[in-house]
């Protein structure tokens, strides 16, 4: 309680700070060197910087300058980088000083966001004096709209900004999937599991089967992402059972969709709560920590697996499927919808995952901007997945190739490959379309080849619904965390009902708290940005 209290009132601090002044004058000194809107000004200075970089993950670990993609930007631009890691309470903290670091990277969905005025310099006006080449040539012109606020200034650049332009030159994968092991599902004959009946007949024959996994116990049918630690809450039942059974973002209106009350999802709900019944999943789902299901996962011991995020099970699928070929995880057609709707698997959106912002405090607001532009940029995103030309890969056909052993070293041992080489890791404002135009399915292990190849079908953007909640008031907000925490009960309720009476309670309960704690009000929010977001884009 004492440490909640701390944290409420740092937060209150914040948005005291937050809203008293007027906005201030950006004041900085003039450029050092001639710029040109033409040439990246990295290019024309010779100056050097120390730059702390705060990254707003407790799992951050990475060091600058021990990898070769790191070694050959501080060559480049001069700037040398001291990562710092953290968590929400630390940023908090920052917040509450008004003390910064120069640049701070934090998730695009933080509601402090939508406060950078406060703690971050424009990038326009930074690239206007220091490094016009961001605006003019390495930014993405619909990326740069989106972000440009009612003020006319832009404070933080994305990461893995996918544009409409984006997907129409095609190659834009997304992170779902449900896998099988691939010699379980050729023994029980490759069934359809697309249905209901199919999806339960094929688990129980699996249970039938009795196949044992590496440590000799029985393969459990099926296991699904951790509940409390992965990037979506509640394992599927956020976002991703909904988006393969083709469950509507938005109504024919084009408003807010409740995607929790379809009917197509709550039919699969009431499945896999049969499935709970009959004993086919981890007796310890709802619970399970990251370290138990990559524990499964390495052993072989489940037949199937429903991913919400499969770029984090790629150590545990290459280990397992380098040691067991033939065995390997494969993605299938999973559940399906019951009324003809297909699946539509979002691709990282114009939104991105994370936003970068050069800090008020920053040191040397000249040399962050031209780091900034090297990083956003083609050739910047060259260096940090391929490294230097004839050094470590070779242009064939207007790409870079890797070299051969590097290539390989990346697919069978990634791990290895990003603590050692580096390349395609420094990824806060990477571009991932560019990536994926450059290097394919070869960016990813070989364990995840199939089921990344198996996403190109179903990808679709869900531009309308980017930063949903980052600028809700703070009684929304104080709601939407509310309803969310509910959820997260009422699915526990619901996988562990008796019948299917139970989870129509359950959800009768839930949707009365919803209406109770502001959920109107929320919704009519949520379709204002949904407009704004249409304005936007």
């Known amino acids: ?70 070694k050959f930007i501080t060559e480049d631009t001069g700037v040398n980088i001291t990562y710092l890691g953290g968590t929400d309470d630390k940023l908090n903290t920052m917040m509450a000083s008004g003390e910064f670091p120069d640049i701070i990277t934090m998730d695009g969905g933080n509601p402090l966001i939508k406060d950078a005025d406060k703690f971050a310099l424009p990038l326009d006006v930074l690239a206007e004096k220091y490094d016009p080449y961001f605006l003019e040539k390495a930014a993405k012109p619909e990326t740069l709209k989106f972000f440009t606020r009612e003020d006319g200034h832009i404070y933080g650049y ?65 296991g699904i992402s951790p509940f409390n630690d992965s990037s979506e809450s509640n394992g599927v039942f956020n976002r991703t059972l909904a988006d393969f059974i083709g469950v509507p973002i938005l109504t024919e209106d084009g408003k807010y969709y409740d995607r929790y009350t379809d009917k197509d999802l709550q039919t699969w709900l009431k499945v896999f709560v049969d499935v709970r019944q009959k004993g086919l999943t981890d007796r310890d789902m709802i619970a399970m920590t990251r370290d138990d299901k990559d524990a499964r996962l390495t052993n072989g011991s489940y037949f ?20 067991n070929p033939g065995k390997e995880y494969i993605a299938i057609n999973g559940p399906a919808s019951t009324m003809g709707r297909k699946a539509a698997l979002p691709g990282t959106s114009i939104e991105g995952w994370t936003q970068t912002f050069i800090s008020k405090d920053a040191k040397d607001p000249q040399k962050a901007m031209e780091f900034l532009t090297y990083m956003v940029s083609e050739y910047g995103n060259t260096v940090m997945n391929y490294g230097r030309e004839g050094e470590t890969y070779t242009m064939v056909d207007g790409n870079p190739v890797l070299n051969q052993d590097l290539l390989e070293f990346k697919q069978t041992d990634p791990a290895g490959f990003e603590k050692e ?117």
């Open 1 to 70: 309680m004492r440490k909640a209290i701390i944290i409420f009132t740092s937060l209150i601090l914040v948005f005291s700070l937050v809203g008293c002044g007027k906005k201030e004058e950006v004041k900085s000194a003039d450029s050092t060197i001639i710029v040109d809107k033409d040439t990246p000004s990295w290019k024309n200075d010779g100056g050097t910087a120390d730059l702390d970089w705060y990254i707003n993950f407790d799992w951050f670990a990475q060091t600058w300058g021990t990898d070769m993609s790191s």
């Open 158 to 222: 994305p990461n893995f900004s996918n544009t409409m332009t984006d997907y129409e030159k095609g190659g834009i994968y997304a992170n779902q999937a449900f896998i099988v092991r691939q010699d379980i599902y050729e023994q029980i004959g490759k069934p359809d599991m697309t249905t209901s009946e199919g999806f339960i007949t094929a688990l129980e024959a699996v249970q039938k089967l009795d196949v044992k996994d590496e440590l000799g116990r029985s393969v459990i049918p099926i």
């Open 304 to 323: 199937a697996y429903f991913a919400s995020d499969l770029i984090s099970e790629t150590d545990t699928m290459s280990i397992w499927a380098n040691d």
């Open 421 to 537: 080489i580096g390349l395609t890791t420094h990824l806060w404002v990477q571009d991932s379309a560019l990536l994926s135009r450059q290097m394919g399915i070869s960016q990813f292990p070989k364990a995840l080849h199939q089921a990344k190849e198996w996403t190109l079908e179903y990808t679709a953007p869900q531009f309308e619904l980017a930063g949903l909640d980052v600028y809700l008031s703070k009684e929304s907000s104080r709601n939407a965390e509310k309803i969310n925490q509910n959820w997260s009960k009422t699915v526990a309720k619901i996988l562990d009902a008796k019948s299917d009476s139970e989870v129509d309670k359950a959800m009768d309960e839930f949707i009365k708290y919803r209406k109770d704690n502001g959920y109107d009000k929320l919704v009519e929010e949520r379709n204002n940005q949904i407009e704004a977001n249409k304005k936007k884009l």
